[in-house]
């Protein structure tokens, strides 16, 4: 079994604050992510959505969940071309978060 991952208490919690965006109506573009790439693979930091099937996976370091899905998803990137994915971390914002991302991804 392997071990649990420790969980880091420096996260603080926010009051959820609803909010109702602006759905898409079918046909209309996807707008462009911005934000900071942390996969050496990807050279360019513009998406391109069409004709591919998008996965947003929403996750943070300390999350059993998060961690066991990106498992998950790794096993269908070779089983369906046409899938593209793009994990969206909110909350390990700070450079010394940062800094452990790479470490991250390489242990899970």
Aim: charged share 25%; proline share 8%.
């Amino acid at each position: 079994m392997p071990p649990v991952p420790k969980i880091d208490k420096t996260y603080k919690m926010e009051e959820y604050k609803p909010h109702h965006p602006q759905l898409l109506v079918n046909g209309t573009n996807a707008p462009e992510i911005a934000g900071r790439n942390y996969d050496d693979q990807l050279k360019n930091d513009k998406v391109n959505f069409k004709g591919k099937i998008t996965l947003l996976d929403f996750w943070y370091m300390n999350c059993l969940p998060c961690i066991k899905t990106i498992a998950m998803i790794e096993k269908l990137i070779p089983k369906y071309p046409m899938l593209q994915t793009i994990g969206v971390n909110t909350l390990d914002t700070s450079e010394a978060q940062i800094a452990k991302i790479g470490n991250f991804k390489k242990k899970k």
